[in-house]
């Protein structure tokens, strides 16, 4: 079965310092990926998507990600954190099947910034 | 562009009332996903329809039922509400065939007392 593991409940990082979010996937064939941000109470905000192609992805707010494979992951990464980035990230898989397409989440990784 | 319409934005209900919560895809998308996420929890996805007719089922209660129309819009029917109903409930909608892709909307925040 599809599956999305965020091995990371909560990170905390100084205001300006670079970010990798980490994201591990379980699929059998190539995988859609996604990454959406929400604050607390808010919807859901897509960041950016891999459905294939070029395995680095650029994204809003200056966020990107990378597919790999051989490692069945899709880490998020931002060279410079702003205070405003501090929010919940869902990675997530889209699993094509039957019973049709679905959103499969991952639990969540809970981003703290500190000044 | 058009975005997912989700209404209401927010809802309070006592225990074993019922609710109905409404989802308006976006134009020309003829699927409709619902999905619940619990305080501190990752969306769980309860039920989808293509074309009026239910497409998968996940983690749905008993309790609740859904429903897609004519105009491809969705209800989603609770009853007996129970205090840990109370969640965010999103819609998201997609064009089947085209884009793999969801879109969401901003969710229906259901607080039960």
């Known amino acids: 079965a599809q599956s999305v593991t965020q091995p990371d409940i909560h990170i905390t990082v100084s205001e300006g310092a670079s970010l990798e979010l980490r994201c591990n996937y379980s699929?059998?064939?190539?995988?859609?990926l996604f990454w959406y941000v929400q604050s607390p109470g808010q919807g859901l905000q897509l960041l950016l998507k891999?459905?294939?192609?070029?395995?680095l992805v650029q994204g809003i707010k200056g966020f990107e990600a990378e597919f790999k494979r051989s490692q069945s992951s899709f880490n998020l990464r931002k060279p410079s954190v702003h205070w405003s980035d501090a929010a919940e990230y869902f990675c997530?898989?889209?699993?094509?099947?039957?019973?049709?397409?679905?959103?499969?989440f991952g639990a969540g990784t809970r981003l703290f910034v500190k000044a | 562009a058009a975005g997912v319409i989700q209404s209401p934005r927010h809802l309070i209900k006592e225990k074993r009332e019922t609710a109905t919560l409404k989802c308006y895809p976006i134009p020309r998308h003829d699927t409709v996903y619902w999905y619940q996420q619990g305080p501190g929890q990752d969306p769980q996805f309860l039920i989808s329809?293509?074309?009026?007719?239910?497409?998968d089922k996940g983690s749905i209660p008993d309790r609740f039922s859904a429903q897609q129309f004519s105009d491809y819009h969705s209800e989603l029917n609770m009853s007996s509400l129970e205090l840990g109903d109370s969640a965010l409930y999103f819609c998201?909608?997609?064009?089947?065939?085209?884009?793999?892709?969801?879109?969401f909307g901003p969710g229906t925040r259901l607080t039960v007392l």
């Open positions: 997530a898989v889209g699993a094509p099947g039957t019973g049709g397409f679905k959103t499969i």
């Open positions: 891999y459905f294939s192609g070029d395995t």
């Open positions: 699929y059998g064939a190539t995988p859609y």
């Open positions: 998201a909608s997609r064009e089947e065939g085209q884009v793999n892709e969801q879109f």
């Open positions: 329809f293509y074309e009026k007719m239910q497409s």
